[in-house]
């Protein structure tokens, strides 16, 4: 069966039946070793007389199941763990958040996405679908993703793949959420933020578990930022931003 026309409701809805799909695919699929690694995305950013470099390191799994019986994203299933980058501008700026992934809608498409950009980036592809569609298929798509680990050097994000930088106007209120465009970034105090690089690294630092200092309602939060309600893609950004897009 084939679940290329099914519309699944919310992001969370979907990885849900990803994540079955993979497990009920053992039976059925050629299990190889799983790929690790971790992953740095940085942000060098300029404000006033202020500048800074901030960083957020993400471990990453995979795993392939050879012949599985679905077709939605492959026999690929993968987890993240990791946080959201935080631009700490100081004196009263105000923090901006870059966005593990973008909020749910088409308006999105092709921004930065940790569970899809590293691979397809440190692999000179522009997207996930580009880089199985150029690999020529699934086995040498894991190819690619096998070797991971191993790449070396910066890759540095072009301006459409930068991340969703967001900011709250009370960080003690979810709801309070709202998007900066990268490419006129403002503080809170009204200064211009310049980003000057956004970059991707294989690396072996340790995973980056700050953000709940900043954002303390994170270790209670469920579902969307809008009272914890389902994504919904026709609402504010509060309703279409869940909480993984900020940790996990």
Not at 63 to 72: G, L, M, V
Not at 104 to 124: D, W
Not at 169 to 194: F, H, M, N, W, Y
Not at 212 to 240: C, E, F, H, N, Q
Request: aromatic share 8%; glycine share 8%; proline share 6%.
């Amino acid at each position: 069966m084939s679940l290329r026309s099914t519309k699944f409701p919310t992001l969370i809805s979907r990885r849900l039946v990803l994540a079955t799909l993979a497990s009920s695919a053992s039976a059925c699929g050629d299990y190889v070793p799983d790929v690790k690694f971790r992953c740095s995305l940085s942000i060098r950013w300029r404000c006033g007389a202020a500048s800074g470099t901030s960083e957020a390191v993400s471990e990453h799994r995979w795993s392939y199941a050879r012949n599985a019986p679905f077709q939605y994203s492959g026999p690929f299933h993968s987890t993240h763990n990791g946080e959201a980058v935080i631009l700490e501008l100081g004196n009263s700026r105000g923090d901006i958040f870059a966005l593990r992934h973008p909020p749910e809608g088409p308006a999105y498409a092709g921004r930065y996405n940790v569970s899809q950009t590293p691979i397809a980036a440190l692999n000179g592809s522009s997207s996930y679908n580009e880089l199985i569609e150029k690999a020529g298929g699934f086995d040498a798509a894991w190819r690619l993703i096998a070797r991971m680990p191993s790449i070396a050097g910066r890759h540095t994000l072009p301006a459409e793949q930068y991340p969703v930088f967001v900011r709250f106007r009370d960080t003690a209120d979810p709801k309070s959420i709202e998007e900066v465009s990268p490419t006129s970034l403002v503080a809170l105090t009204g200064e211009t933020v310049t980003i000057d690089e956004v970059a991707l690294e294989i690396t072996e630092k340790p995973v980056t578990r700050v953000i709940r200092a900043k954002l303390p309602w994170l270790s209670t939060a469920k579902g969307s930022l809008d009272d914890g309600g389902g994504i919904d893609v026709s609402g504010r950004l509060a309703g279409r931003v869940g909480h993984s897009a900020f940790f996990s």
